[in-house]
Structure formats: C-alpha cells, structure tokens
C-alpha cells in the first residue's frame, strides 16, 4: 500500500482537508469502505491497481465508521461508494462493487486529455447519489405492496445490503444478532427500490434503517432489538 505514492489511508479528517486542498485541479477519488464488508476486499485491490495505472489520481481510503464526520459530509449510506472530485467539484458517485463503472469513469475523468462537463459545481460537499429504482403506482397499490413484503414472512429485516453482504453498520449488527440467535429471518434490500424505502418509513413512522418486522409488525432499529434480546422480549415476540 504505501508503494503506491497517491494512495493514502485516511486517518483524520485534518489530514482529509489537507490531501484534497493541495491541488484543487487534481482528480480525487474518495473510496468509503468497511473492514467487515467483503465486497470491500476485492474493491480494495481494484482501487490499488487503478491507483498504479493513473499516477495523476489522487486516491484517498476512507473508513466509513472510523472517519463518520467525513462519511457523513459526503451522505455516504453504504458501502463501498466512491466519490469522484475535482476540488470542490463532483464529477461522479457510484455506489456498490462496481470495478467496471469505477474504471470507466476514472479512465473518463483522468485518462481523457479532455476535461468532462462536471456534474455540478459547488463549495459545499457533494449532492446526495440518484436514488434507487423506483416502481410507480398508486399509493394503494404501493402500500398493498408493503403489507406484502411485511408478512412475507414471519420475520422480516428490511436492510441495507444482505445478511451475507451487509452495506451499512447498523444491518451487519441486527442480522448477525439475529443468526446469533438462530432466529430464521427474510430480508429485503432498501437500497434497491426508493419507493419501498421512502414508502415504509411512512407507513412504520420510522425514519431509519434496518427495521425488523415480525408477525407484520414494526419492532424497532437495532437499539431496540438489542434491548428486546437481552431482556429476552425478542424471544417472546417471535414465540
């Protein structure tokens, strides 16, 4: 890792400050990631080797929990995500293990002689990433669509990401708390259709996610969860 000279593991969000404002011409590529995300593994390789290939790239590794004041500026819900920035300027943001879109677009924004129209232009952090793909219907129909998805089993987590491939903090926490406790569980990724995400958080009145829902009823986030199974309510309710 440190052969690569315009690499560098973020360790502050001084030493973030100071990396991103030595040339504010320069491309930078903020890669957010999690020690316990395994996608993050092979992505971690693919950031080295495009960091080999483009000298000119500066390429900074950013751990999503360990630096959230940095996470947060950039609304970083998931990982890995990438940034893309000229300056103070987004270029581009993509979301997931997508080695081939990160390439094309680094290959865009530093291998072209020219320089591509930016996505926007701002002296504030980034906008946050298009939303995920919306199915349209009516509102009875969505929230038909819902009542499903939450009966759909007798325990449900709607999550970021998957058991096996969790994409935030905060769902890696509940599901392996739920396998933990040999608790037979579905899931529903959030992160692949908005208007299931925005559409249970009116439906449930909560804002947040995971959200764990049993016998077709809202229990709460992951502090409620953890309270419920130390207490042992958990087991009660699932009984």
């Given at each position: 890792?440190?052969?690569?000279?315009?690499?560098?593991?973020?360790?502050?969000?001084?030493?973030?400050?100071?990396?991103?404002?030595?040339?504010?011409?320069?491309?930078?590529?903020?890669?957010?990631?999690?020690?316990?995300?395994?996608?993050?593994?092979?992505?971690?390789?693919?950031?080295?080797?495009?960091?080999k290939k483009y000298p000119k790239l500066l390429s900074l590794q950013i751990e999503a929990e360990g630096q959230s004041d940095i996470s947060e500026s950039f609304d970083i819900e998931s990982v890995p995500s990438f940034i893309i920035l000229r300056g103070h300027t987004l270029l581009d943001r993509i979301l997931g293990a997508d080695a081939p879109a990160l390439a094309k677009a680094i290959e865009k924004y530093v291998g072209s002689a020219e320089s591509p129209a930016p996505l926007s232009r701002s002296e504030k952090s980034p906008a946050a990433p298009p939303p995920a793909v919306e199915k349209k219907g009516t509102p009875e129909e969505l929230d038909t669509r819902l009542r499903r998805l939450m009966n759909q089993s007798r325990v449900v987590l709607f999550m970021k990401g998957s058991p096996d491939q969790p994409r935030c903090g905060f769902s890696r926490k509940i599901s392996d708390l739920l396998r933990n406790k040999n608790i037979e569980f579905s899931h529903f990724d959030i992160l692949t259709d908005e208007s299931v995400r925005q559409g249970l958080k009116k439906l449930n009145d909560w804002p947040t996610f995971p959200q764990l829902i049993i016998k077709g009823e809202l229990v709460g986030g992951l502090d409620i969860v953890k309270e419920m199974a130390e207490t042992g309510e958990l087991d009660q309710l699932i009984a």
């Open positions: 890792m440190a052969a690569v000279s315009n690499l560098y593991q973020v360790e502050s969000s001084d030493q973030f400050k100071g990396l991103l404002s030595k040339d504010l011409q320069r491309v930078s590529l903020l890669y957010f990631w999690a020690p316990w995300a395994e996608p993050c593994k092979q992505m971690t390789e693919v950031i080295t080797e495009l960091s």
